[in-house]
């Protein structure tokens, strides 16, 4: 009998994902940027994942929303909250035996730090929702100040050999150290470089002194940035890994927690 399919949407601040799962597969993910409607985005969504996977939307056993407009999709059958979403999903995408007890989750407006246990449960979290600083917003901003994409700014992070110094941990502050710096001609790699260090020592004082074991894991689209990745290992001195998919983790997870909710 073939395994039966399983959706997820996270409907979150900048962006509405979703993903297809068939037994422990992901075999689809889709994106788009938030709307008005975000439930008929999603349900656009959806129904792509399905065109392209060769089946009728009806195959879909169960879907299940979460994140910002969880409440409003329509095209879900329940929904449930990002935490324990982002905990079901590294079930799915932590590397093969890897045991994550600390998420590191970037977002477009926050930042989260989820601690699990043994068995991917949640035992506590911390969120910033509060301010920018530490989110992928705000990363965006200052590769336009500094004339660059977001999809470029690890790579040529990666290239610093003397990153700058970045005390703000004010958005609006930050900005304006970015362009003094640019002003007394910093280079751009040593500015960008500076600016991950800032932000990994933002997030990493979110986490909390005794919550520090186990394994680290990186999700949300901001683990898609290697010169973030790598300022978290040297701030922490220790190996920070990546999630598969890891922008769509969240709608993984809410389809994992559907697949359980219907095989119960």
Not at 4 to 22: E, F, M, N, P, V
Request: proline residues 2%; aromatic residues 6%.
């Amino acid at each position: 009998m073939t395994d039966k399919y399983y959706a997820g949407i996270d409907g979150g601040s900048t962006y509405i994902k979703t993903a297809l799962i068939q037994g422990d597969q992901v075999v689809g993910t889709r994106a788009s940027g938030s709307g008005i409607d975000n439930s008929a985005i999603a349900e656009r969504l959806l129904q792509e994942l399905c065109r392209e996977r060769g089946i009728s939307r009806d195959e879909i056993a169960c879907t299940i929303a979460t994140g910002y407009s969880r409440k409003i999709m329509d095209t879900a059958d329940d929904d449930i909250s990002e935490i324990t979403a982002h905990a079901y999903g590294v079930r799915l995408t932590a590397p093969k035996n890897y045991r994550p007890g600390l998420i590191i989750d970037i977002g477009g407006q926050d930042s989260k730090i989820i601690y699990l246990d043994e068995n991917y449960t949640v035992k506590n979290f911390t969120m910033n929702d509060k301010c920018a600083a530490g989110t992928g917003k705000f990363m965006e901003v200052i590769a336009q100040i500094l004339d660059t994409t977001i999809d470029q700014v690890g790579e040529i992070a990666m290239q610093s050999k003397a990153p700058c110094d970045i005390n703000s941990t004010c958005v609006v502050f930050a900005q304006s150290e970015v362009i003094s710096l640019i002003a007394r001609k910093y280079d751009r790699s040593d500015i960008l470089a500076g600016v991950h260090m800032s932000i990994a020592k933002r997030i990493i004082k979110m986490i909390r002194r005794n919550e520090k074991q186990g394994d680290i894991l990186m999700t949300g689209g901001g683990a898609l940035n290697i010169g973030i990745r790598s300022a978290f290992e040297e701030e922490l001195m220790r190996d920070v890994f990546v999630a598969s998919h890891p922008q769509f983790n969240g709608a993984i997870g809410a389809a994992v927690i559907g697949r359980e909710r219907d095989n119960a």
